[in-house]
């Protein structure tokens, strides 16, 4: 087992290096440097649309959420090795987002198949919302 996870964060390390854009591993300087998903997302930069689509691909910005969802599939120790090396680069949240901190766990546990193959994997990426009728996009 401690090798597989060995084997993990030396392959989290590698990708989190080619992949987190260096302007990514600054401090964020206020507000407007957060990357907000939903209806009303936010996006500051190239770089941080960047980094949201290439952690949102691998799942990483939920990262054990499951794999048919559009998350990581991580086990609790792959998730602690993963946020210790985000920690290690410095590297700024991909996404903050309503849907990743409560409506996904929700449909996780409560949605059916459909409304988790509809609605997770866009709530992973940043684009889900609510419209003004109040129906999920």
Not at 13 to 31: I, K
Not at 34 to 59: F, P, T, Y
Not at 112 to 124: R, Y
Request: proline share 6%; aromatic share 8%.
């Amino acid at each position: 087992m401690t090798q597989d996870l060995d084997a993990f964060r030396a392959e989290a390390r590698a990708w989190l290096e080619a992949n987190c854009p260096p302007s990514m591993r600054t401090p964020m300087q206020g507000d407007d440097a957060i990357v907000w998903g939903g209806r009303k997302g936010q996006i500051h930069s190239e770089d941080a649309k960047l980094w949201l689509e290439r952690m949102g691909a691998k799942g990483w910005t939920a990262p054990m959420w499951p794999k048919a969802y559009g998350g990581g599939g991580l086990s609790a120790e792959q998730n602690r090795i993963l946020q210790s090396e985000l920690k290690r680069i410095k590297a700024r949240p991909a996404l903050f987002s309503f849907g990743l901190w409560m409506l996904g766990p929700v449909l996780l546990e409560y949605g059916s198949e459909e409304q988790k193959m509809e609605h997770l994997p866009k709530i992973v990426r940043g684009d889900c919302g609510f419209g003004s009728d109040g129906i999920m996009r």
